[in-house]
């Protein structure tokens, strides 16, 4: 069991991530979702031991991941870019088979077959996705109680990534092991994560099973006989509304039904109803942060 | 698993990969060490070579390349010695390089080892990968040794020591460039501290050591200009310094050269076994622990996230600023020295904060690459100027005022002073010679800067001391700079010593010692020294006043009993004050008798040596007097024979001696000016004494006008406008009034006198024989 409480972590004199706390329980898979430089990495390192946190603190099992570096065996931290690139999948596995106790060659040996990658071939001659499955590979073998996977989905073509979610899914659930990703790909958190949180450059904006994500939200299409404007819509919980003459698009916060009862008390030529994505909500969550590309150039 | 079981085995894994890794740089160092150590061993195959057997076997034992002297010459023997030290910082870059890249340190921190272990096991790794390379290459020439000239007690003691002092040194290499990789950022960055780190204890040494000389008077440390030879000063005068030189300063240059005086030099000289001194080297290694537990305690502690980034290396930045700056501003109050203390100190001061200011800049930017971040981080700047101006205080303020601490004399139970040569000079005066195109070229050089022939004598009698005391106390106060020097050294009755130098005192300081040398006490002591040097001495060479007659005569040469008398008769002279303290411008000076170390006759010039008879015990009979081509010799003992020396002049007179001081040509013209507008053409008076040179007429020097870059040929001779004597009565007046040498004095008077052949002196009249 993965937990963080409070943990802050600053870079010459600006915080990274502030005060962030959850908990990741056993047989659990926790997605982070954040744009990029929003802190993901760095809540990672911090939680694999390699950054000490200035305040707060990651513990695995009830033990300090940076303070008692035993408790690192049960952990395989996946990071952005792989260690030995000189050196080949079967030398890598010896060199960790020092480092983690269970670890298994013949669990390599299996993946490699899997995947089909020659466990003698040098590193070097690996393309980016192939070093991305070295290192799952490696992290497997390692037969770790809680795997933190740093953007490991980047490079993977659709077949290695729906046969890596079902390797994820399969080894979470058979060795009832905590797992943390981080990735951009919103549809892969969706589709394997039990929980998502947001973080959004210092601090968790949202933290929900994915079951709950899309719960309280819901997006609506709308077309009325006249034309209207925002403040038409001033008695909703509005994320965000897009007004195009007597059409509307809105998501809203809140119950699915009440909503659209009030919406019809409105009087509307026609409604529509949708579930929200999860990139779509990650978009909202993280609407007002980035530039409007349209603007860029007018 | 338990977790202390764990740990062992992580360790136990990192130690071995590590190992493995880097066994193959064992073998570069012991091939290194083979080759560069052959040396050593070599002076030690002629330490024992006394027997011609064996010094047979040290000429075949050349033919085995591990013994050619040849390979270790010069660069050669220095590459061999830098190649440990290099691969010592490269070994380091290996071992801790991964925590200078982000990826690589992502993942050796996320693994299950603790900090200290992974250093430490890397340590040790690198640690026995240097160990097995110079123990196996010592013990490959040590076994080869043994197997040509046998094995000894004295081979393997060396192989120890050279064990002991080698493996520290690469170890502290290998230490302070880990501390450098561990609070570095970046490779270029680590590289750079590396090489700063390394220089330090040099750094430091050559700061110190510069700061106490310009900084205090009478520190216990020589000046040497621009570094010239420190260690050697150092280790003469036992100071502190000195004590941890060997082992923590000047290691790699020093320590590793040094190892051949330390084992072998006594050796190569033929003397006993030295045994060499392994406290010094045990000081290094516990310096080196300490300093690996210091980086592991960094490591331990250092910041993940500034791997690959330049400019985080704080510490490393102030202390490389501050080590080559303070390095630098003592350079540059050494370079004036010569101007008063008040001068040397503030431009000492003054060039520390610019080159401070200046170096902060260009290291920073140079790291940081960021005018804003140099901005911000500004303040470092005062920090650092602070740090430099506290060592300036703690050498200029506190060690100064220690060193101007008189002991009292109730303390006091001997005190040594080195009497400048000149106040012996009168007497001992050592002079060499050049000869040049059959004339005899005579110059004479003073050796007061020669620290061997400086006579250090002891005092003991409460007049003596209180005499020295007001001497140093009169030389802390004086602000004057001169340029004579003078030891002093205290033994106090509690058993220590206090060593006081003073570089730059003047001619009225030594003056003020000379009452010393007139005691009862200093004469028994002279006597004595006459004596045991009198053993060494040869047949003496008798030289006219001015030089130009050099002469052994045979009668002298032949009787080994009448060499004796006269060594008596100048012994009872001695004993009698009747030889005058120094050069004696109230008495007529006849001519001085030179002994040397030499057998003249050897060099003799008349190549005649058919006409002499050799006995059945092969001494040389002289059939005439020799004239001796003193111009071979370049160190004599010169006695002056003054009138009233009794003793001496009887001896000379009874076996009709005295005539061989007489000059062979007459002085026909003499030209006179005042010391002080003479002096510019004269050598040697930087010691408050004056020497003559006597010249062949056609002798000419070279003089380069740096202006033009052209060469002239001068002639030595006085200034237009010198007084010119040609009659005869002037000439007899004036020639017996000449001196080859005398102290100086504002009233003496510079001389060229020119003999009738064309040859000539530049001489002196000194003041009290003026008139």
């Keep these: 069991m993965i937990e963080v409480k409070n943990l802050t972590k600053g870079f010459g004199g600006k915080n990274a991530i502030e005060d962030i706390s959850f908990e990741v329980g056993s047989g659990s898979i926790y997605g982070l979702v954040g744009f990029n430089g929003a802190g993901k990495t760095t809540l990672l390192k911090c939680i694999a031991g390699v950054y000490k946190p200035d305040s707060g603190e990651a513990l695995i099992d009830s033990k300090n991941t940076f303070t008692c570096p035993a408790i690192r065996q049960k952990m395989f931290f996946a990071a952005d870019s792989f260690l030995f690139p000189e050196s080949t999948m079967y030398k890598t596995g010896k060199f960790f088979a020092g480092y983690f106790p269970n670890f298994s060659f013949e669990m390599l040996d299996k993946l490699c077959g899997v995947f089909g990658i020659d466990k003698n071939a040098r590193l070097t001659s690996f393309s980016k996705g192939m070093l991305r499955q070295a290192e799952l590979i490696a992290g497997f073998s390692a037969m770790p109680e809680v795997l933190l996977l740093d953007e490991s989905f980047d490079g993977l073509d659709p077949a290695k990534r729906n046969l890596m979610n079902n390797l994820i899914l399969d080894y979470t659930a058979e060795k009832n092991c905590s797992v943390i990703i981080s990735s951009h790909n919103l549809h892969e958190i969706s589709d394997i994560c039990d929980r998502v949180a947001l973080i959004d450059g210092k601090k968790i904006r949202m933290d929900r099973s994915v079951d709950d994500i899309g719960a309280d939200r819901c997006k609506f299409r709308l077309v009325f006989d006249a034309e209207k404007n925002e403040s038409d819509f001033s008695g909703f919980n509005i994320k965000k509304i897009k007004c195009e003459g007597k059409m509307v698009t809105l998501s809203l916060i809140g119950s699915k039904d009440e909503n659209e009862a009030k919406l019809r008390e409105m009087n509307p030529l026609l409604i529509e109803k949708f579930p929200l994505s999860l990139e779509e909500i990650f978009l909202e969550e993280m609407e007002g942060s980035d530039y409007d590309f349209r603007e860029i150039f007018s | ?771």
């Design chain 2, 1 to 771: 698993m338990t977790s202390e079981r764990y740990s062992l085995k992580t360790f136990g894994f990192t130690y071995l990969r590590a190992l493995k890794k880097y066994l193959s740089i064992a073998f570069l160092i012991c091939a290194a060490g083979i080759l560069y150590m052959n040396r050593i061993f070599s002076v030690i195959l002629q330490s024992r070579g006394a027997s011609p057997e064996v010094m047979q076997a040290e000429k075949n034992a050349r033919l085995f390349i591990f013994f050619d002297n040849s390979l270790n010459s010069g660069l050669t023997s220095i590459f061999f010695g830098l190649t440990w030290t290099v691969l010592a910082a490269l070994l380091a870059l290996f071992a801790y390089g991964f925590m200078l890249a982000p990826h690589s340190s992502n993942i050796r921190y996320s693994l299950g080892i603790s900090r200290n272990s992974q250093f430490t096991a890397r340590y040790l790794a690198v640690a026995t990968v240097g160990f097995a390379g110079i123990f196996t290459s010592l013990l490959i020439v040590s076994a080869a040794n043994a197997a040509f000239y046998g094995s000894s007690k004295e081979l393997w003691i060396t192989f120890a020591f050279l064990l002991f002092a080698h493996f520290t040194s690469f170890m502290f290499t290998f230490t302070l460039t880990a501390i450098a990789v561990v609070l570095s950022g970046h490779l270029f960055e680590a590289i750079i501290y590396s090489a700063v780190l390394n220089f330090s204890p040099s750094l430091i040494n050559i700061s110190l050591s510069t700061l106490l000389t310009t900084m205090t008077k009478g520190s216990p440390i020589k000046y040497m200009p621009l570094y010239s030879d420190y260690c050697t000063y150092l280790d003469v005068h036992g100071n502190i310094l000195a004590k941890l030189n060997e082992g923590l300063f000047n290691y790699s240059s020093l320590l590793l050269a040094g190892l051949d005086e330390n084992v072998c030099f006594d050796f190569y000289r033929g003397e006993i076994f030295n045994m060499p001194d392994f406290r010094k080297i045990f000081v290094a290694f516990c310096v080196t622990a300490l300093l690996a537990a210091l980086a592991c305690f960094f490591h331990s502690r250092r910041k993940v996230e500034i791997a690959g980034v330049m400019g985080s290396a704080n510490l490393l930045e102030g202390w490389s600023v501050v080590t080559v700056g303070t390095a630098l501003a003592a350079t540059m109050g050494s370079i004036y020295y010569d101007l008063e203390p008040k001068f040397v100190k503030l431009i000492t001061v003054i060039s520390g904060i610019i080159i401070m200011a200046v170096g902060y800049t260009v290291v920073d930017l140079m790291f940081r690459r960021s005018f804003k971040e140099y901005k911000k981080k500004i303040w470092h700047l005062p920090l650092e100027i602070c740090v430099f101006l506290m060592i300036i205080f703690a050498t200029g303020v506190i060690m100064n005022h220690a060193y101007m601490r008189i002991p009292a004399a109730e303390k006091i139970a001997s005190i040594s002073v080195s009497l400048p040569s000149n106040l012996n000079s009168a007497r001992y005066n050592n002079i060499s010679y050049t000869a040049e195109d059959e004339k005899i070229a005579i110059i004479g050089i003073l050796s007061d800067s020669s620290e061997e022939k400086t006579v250090y004598e002891v005092f003991e009698t409460a007049d003596e001391i209180n005499l020295i005391r007001s001497v140093n106390d009169s030389l802390n106060k004086s602000d004057k700079p001169g340029s004579l020097n003078i030891y002093i050294e205290y033994k106090l009755k509690n058993g220590k010593s206090v060593r006081r130098i003073f570089d730059k005192a003047r001619l009225e300081n030594v003056q003020a010692l000379y009452p010393l040398i007139q005691s009862e006490n200093f004469h028994r002591k002279e006597l004595i020294h006459f004596n045991r040097k009198s053993e060494e001495f040869y047949c003496p060479v008798f030289v006219s006043p001015n030089g130009s007659s050099t002469v052994i005569p045979a009668e002298l040469y032949n009787d080994e009993f009448m060499q004796a008398d006269l060594k008596k008769a100048i012994w009872c002279d001695i004993r009698d004050g009747n030889m005058p303290f120094f050069a004696d411008g109230g008495r007529k000076l006849l001519g001085y008798i030179a002994y040397s170390e030499y057998d003249q006759a050897d060099y003799d010039d008349y190549d005649d040596s058919d006409e002499n008879e050799v006995n059945e015990n092969g001494f040389t009979k002289l059939k005439r007097d020799s004239t001796v081509n003193i111009g071979c010799f370049s160190d004599y003992s010169l006695i002056p024979v003054y009138e009233g020396m009794g003793s001496t002049l009887s001896f000379l007179k009874k076996n009709g001696l005295d005539s061989y001081f007489k000059d062979k040509y007459d002085i026909v013209k003499i030209s006179r000016c005042i010391y002080e507008e003479g002096e510019q053409y004269f050598s040697n008076n930087a010691t408050g004494l004056l020497s003559a040179s006597i010249y062949p007429k056609n002798y000419e020097f070279e003089l380069t006008d740096a202006e033009t870059d052209t060469v002239k040929l001068l002639k030595p001779g006085l200034p237009d406008n010198a007084e010119v004597f040609t009659g005869e009565k002037d000439i007899a007046e004036l020639s017996e009034k000449i001196r080859l040498n005398c102290l100086a004095d504002d009233d003496g008077y510079c001389v060229k006198a020119e003999y009738e052949n064309g040859d000539y002196i530049l001489a002196y009249i000194p003041g009290s024989a003026a008139g």
